[in-house]
């Protein structure tokens, strides 16, 4: 029953900031262990792992994206957010927020993304 709903602009400026939200229900971002995450996907190209924030408020982010990327969260509201700086046109693509957990088996946990927002397409272009 957890959903996740991405919102913030559609349409963004080169060298502007992107800030996007992610609305949880159904589930708190502050439950051990699940890890709330940030992933895109440019036009005709896989899916890339941006970053994530894990229910105790530490942050992971992808090597290439670490300088100009913060994740936020906001407990009250449960919520987090990405913040993406100094946007190119590089960066346009549909962007997904989901929630990264691992299952117990025999030889170890497997993670997986088992709940994913509809993904909310971002376009950078003046």
């Known amino acids: 029953q957890v959903q996740l709903q991405e919102s913030g602009p559609g349409l963004v400026k080169p060298s502007q900031t992107l800030s996007l939200t992610c609305t949880v229900s159904?589930?708190?971002?502050?439950?051990?262990?699940?890890?709330w995450t940030w992933i895109r996907q440019p036009p005709g190209k896989g899916l890339e792992w941006m970053g994530a924030?894990?229910?105790?408020?530490?942050?992971d982010y992808s090597p290439s994206l670490k300088s100009r990327t913060s994740i936020s969260r906001d407990t009250s509201k449960n919520q987090f957010t990405l913040q993406l700086r100094s946007v190119t046109p590089g960066d346009t693509g549909v962007y997904y927020c989901?929630?990264?957990?691992?299952?117990?088996?025999?030889?170890?946990?497997?993670?997986?993304?088992?709940?994913w927002g509809q993904g909310t397409q971002v376009t950078v272009s003046s």
């Open positions: 989901a929630r990264r957990t691992a299952t117990a088996e025999a030889s170890g946990p497997r993670i997986v993304y088992d709940y």
């Open positions: 159904g589930g708190s971002i502050t439950t051990n262990y699940y890890y």
């Open positions: 924030i894990g229910y105790d408020g530490s942050t």
